[in-house]
């Protein structure tokens, strides 16, 4: 049996406890994992560990009713997150609780803690891998646990493995993409003639923007994703300080209708490149003209292309957000551990 322990019981955490349900069998007969979680630890949202496996479709019911997972009937209940990695027993942690790009916490001291007792980590948070991936994973390598991030960058669009793995043996000496929905929703809605504020706050309300939008529109998230993309792919060593940043809020429609009489999309471009032997990272509003495929990824969706000496250019799209993709990408990460 493998135990899972879920650290962070929103969005994602919740999707991922769907999708697991729903695939248990499928996992067992295709690949062989007996997959069980063992606990979830969920802050305001409650916590609970029973080492015996939970009913995942028990515990959504009764979280749905309550608004808290210590109604689930059995079970030890109200150890924080850190109790929770240490006594759990579980073998895989499961850490989807927020990003935080400047001090990694809470997440950092989760897979810290995790790694060093020989657990393997899965995330969707950006701020760990993003502010100590070489670290963590030596952490991970010293004490035969794989530090897994594909959720963090395009939720479970295979962007990260697809660099990493995938094309394994090119030399990638660059990418560019659109990496963060949020933006590309905005700039694709003015572009058919809505005004930003308006248009915000829509993205709001059907849930594609949060409601401190500043991650999102100016750059941070975006380049929390080329931290990322750099130093597993290129071997780089970025801090989210070192990449060049411009959000979208100094984007006006006159921009965009200028933009369109050439031919062109304004698009936040995120990228990464070598310069005189070393790796830059770069955020920023570009225009692209229609020929680009970039300019023809609209709405939600992302993109990213991988600069290459053998391949050349090789290009990755899809949904880079959502509870339910987010919960493929870290299922993708499970069935790899075990593969
Ligand atoms: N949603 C997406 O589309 C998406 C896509 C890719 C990556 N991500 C990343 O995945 C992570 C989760 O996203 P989300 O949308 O699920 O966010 P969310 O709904 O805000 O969920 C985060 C959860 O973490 C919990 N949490 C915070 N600190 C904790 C602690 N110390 N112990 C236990 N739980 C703790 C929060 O508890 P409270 O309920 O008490 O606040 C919250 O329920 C984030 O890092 C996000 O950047 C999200």
Redesign the pocket.
């Known amino acids: 049996m493998t135990k899972i322990a879920l650290?962070?019981?929103?969005?994602?955490?919740?999707?991922f406890a769907r999708v697991l349900s729903q695939k248990q069998q499928e996992l067992k007969q295709k690949y062989g994992i007996d997959a069980q979680v063992v606990a979830i630890?969920?802050?305001?949202?409650g916590?609970i560990l029973d080492e015996q496996g939970l009913d995942l479709e028990k515990v959504l019911k009764t979280f749905e009713e309550t608004g808290t997972v210590e109604s689930y009937p059995t079970g030890r209940k109200g150890l924080?997150?850190i109790q929770t990695i240490k006594e759990s027993g579980a073998d895989v942690i499961v850490e989807?609780?927020?990003?935080n790009l400047e001090t990694g916490m809470?997440?950092l001291s989760?897979v810290r803690e995790a790694l060093s007792l020989g657990k393997h980590v899965i995330?969707?948070?950006?701020?760990p891998p993003a502010l100590a991936y070489n670290e963590l994973k030596a952490i991970g390598d010293k004490n035969n646990a794989k530090f897994m991030i594909e959720?963090?960058v395009m939720?479970g669009t295979p962007v990260v493995n697809t660099g990493t793995k995938s094309i394994a043996g090119n030399k990638v000496h660059g990418f560019k993409g659109i990496i963060n929905g949020t933006t590309n929703y905005i700039l694709t809605k003015m572009e058919q003639g809505g005004d930003y504020d308006a248009i915000l706050k829509e993205a709001q309300e059907l849930g594609y923007a949060e409601a401190d939008p500043a991650g999102d529109v100016e750059g941070w998230?975006a380049v929390g994703k080329v931290v990322i993309l750099a130093n597993t792919v290129m071997g780089a060593n970025l801090k989210p300080g070192d990449v060049e940043r411009e959000g979208i809020t100094g984007i006006t429609p006159e921009m965009i209708r200028d933009a369109k009489q050439s031919s062109e999309r304004i698009k936040l471009i995120a990228q990464a490149y070598i310069e005189n032997g070393v790796v830059k990272g770069k955020v920023s509003p570009e225009k692209v003209h229609l020929t680009d495929p970039l300019a023809n990824v609209n709405g939600t969706m992302n993109a990213l292309t991988y600069m290459t000496d053998g391949l050349l250019e090789v290009t990755v799209i899809g949904r880079?957000?959502?509870?339910v993709?987010?919960a493929h990408?870290i299922l993708s990460d499970l069935i790899a551990i075990y593969e």
């Open positions: 650290i962070g019981f929103g969005v994602v955490g919740q999707s630890s969920g802050r305001s949202k916590s924080d997150s989807t609780t927020n990003t809470p997440g989760h995330t969707s948070n950006k701020g959720a963090t939720a998230d880079g957000a959502g509870g993709e987010t990408g």
